[in-house]
């Protein structure tokens, strides 16, 4: 760490970095992204998302920005306008929805394939959410399925959550926050 | 769940799920989608045939698993799912058509039995059978008695009889025993269901159950009271129905009938409005906006209007197996789904073919609608009882281009035609009225012209004015010009290769002229090749020697090397040499 991020690091003043929150509709991304925000900010309840919303959150060293795009499939075209802006993404996974997987794996192929994202080395933090539900897939059965094995130029990780309870989210977030630090050194 | 399997219809399906051994024994008639809980997740719900005599299951799957599943009584004939009440939340009933039943099911749990009203029992029958019972007859009597009411009655005998006029002479006595002090009961089966919107076109607006039956009827029923609001009557037994409209505003119920006709049935009269006499016999009936799409035995596939007019027709590959509408209102796109014997599924919209689904058996029913939460979901159950679940790509798109031969789409453009002129009309009348004396006239004036052409072609012959080969292999044309007032004059011979492609090589010119008048520089020249199209000057000087002021002929001669004939020959009329001879 530089001399200027410790000087910035005391100030308060943290680097901003821009995320995308990308998952078909009803797989938890809003739930998600409100969790990680502080306790005092949360909404209880939680609506299907209308186009997008920008909703800001903290970590110990950085200060994300995240786009909670809508999954719903009238909305996805909207999803590439923002792909140039954002630094990292986060996709997110229905566990429980077994028919739907290949939908999240055709999105998830479209996205890869974009010019805006193919050719950056961007990180990727799935989320194979809804593990309370009984016969959710495992993270595992979930990467297999949509193929993660053959993503080879960009760093990504899987994390199995509960957004209800939020289990398993501070570990995508921090290794997503590792993974930003070292991009920028 | 394999993707990529079966390939063959543009990379426009994924491949959601696929289990072979479902045991899904059904048809696109016991087969809906209804989201049942109420969650926005819409349920599979499907009447299964299991054997055709026994293991008929009402089945209900959510996402890739079966949910539940209960045990039907009867092989279910149709199963449409719909809203009965207005209570919230919004959960919609399923209605399963069985023998002469309706079986409603609320949340999943029998709630209501309705049975189709009995119909009119021959009198005579009810008196045999009454002496029966009494004992006053025997069976053997009462066989002989049955088969001459069953000759001779307007009212068809009860199943009872029927099934007692089957039997052998030794299971007479049980079955009479058995049977006789039931009254008799005469009942027709319902062969197809359908829904039809109460008052509002709401998508979660209350249905009335439209039934049709074994006894030609067409039954419309209250969704709450179970009563008949209204009988229509049709000539034959329905097969297969749809129904568009509300009830209590207008209304259009479309019946395929057993005698190979559809007949239209509207709100304000109890017979058929409409018929379309089809020339085989229909197996399928999908409704697309105003228009119907039938499937015939005779594989085909034909378009009427919603008055019977005739659109189109096209053929198929294959006998047809089922149909089903795909109605996708976010996309504004509708057209039908055909299965087809040689396990194909294929896409039409009209008469275009848009795209085709190969699959791994042949397909029994289709469904397409909101499956869970996603809007397009094509659901196929297999003849050996697979279950198939696809999902539209969102970025698919079906192109409209016209892929079967036929004319051109320029064709049927209507021609903007300019309205007729007075002009035009009095020109028209005109033309009527003195017709014979215009074709005179006209053949008068042909001839002439042909007179004048064949005239001035023999002129042109004799003076040799613009002389032409007439040889195939060289034709060539020559003009010539005489340039000068004398004694010098300057001959310029223009040559022309007439041939469409074909260079000619190896021509002279001579000449031919009086040599005690003229004298010609080179009288004897060589042609170069000539490239058909271009005109050759080819130039010479001719001098007059005499001073006398006559004149003579030039012969031209157009020579190939190695032949004695001339291809072409010309005279020059030479003019008077005005000049003075300078020597």
Redesign the interface.
Known sequence: MGLFDKLAGWLGLKKEVNVLCLG???SGKTTIINRLKPSNAQAQDIVPTIGFSIEKFKTSSLSFTVFDMSGQ??Y??LWEHYYKEGQAIIFVIDSA???????AK??LD?LLNHPDIKHRRIPILFFANKMDVR?ALSSVKVSQ?LCLENIKDKPWHICATDALKGDGLQEGVDWLQDQIKTMRT | MSSGEWSGDGGKWLDAHYDPVAGLYTFSSCVDLADLSGDGESRLVVGDLGSGCSGMKLKVYRGTALMSESTLLDLPAGLVAFFMDLHEPRIPAVAVASGPCIYVYKNLRPYFKFTLPGLEVNTLEQDVWQQVREGQIDPLTLKEMLESIRKKADVPLSVRSLRFLSLDADDMDDFVQLHKLQPIRRQTVITCIGTLKKSTADEDGVSCLVIGTESSDVFILDPEAFIILSKMSLPAAPTAMDVTGQFDVEFRITVACRNGNIYILRRESDKPKYCIELSSHPVGLVRLGKNVVVGCTDESLQGFTQKGKKLWRTVLAAPITTMAAMDLPTRGFQAVLVGLANCEVQLFRDKNLLSTIKTPDVVTSICFGRYGREDGTLIMTTKGGGLMVKILKRTAAFDDRDSAPGPPPAQSIRLNVPKKTKLYVDQTLRERENGLVMHRAFQMDLSRLRLAAAKAYVKALESSLTPMSSSLTEPLKMNAVVQGLGPSFKLTLNVQNTAACRPVMNLAISFLYDESLYRMRSPYLRIPLLVPGLIYPVETFVECTSDKGISDIIKVFVLHEGRSSPLLTAHINMPVSEGLMLS
């Open positions: 078909l509709d009803n499939g009238r996805r075209n929805d077994k028919l739907r997987m290949v939908v055709e999105e479209t016969d399925l």
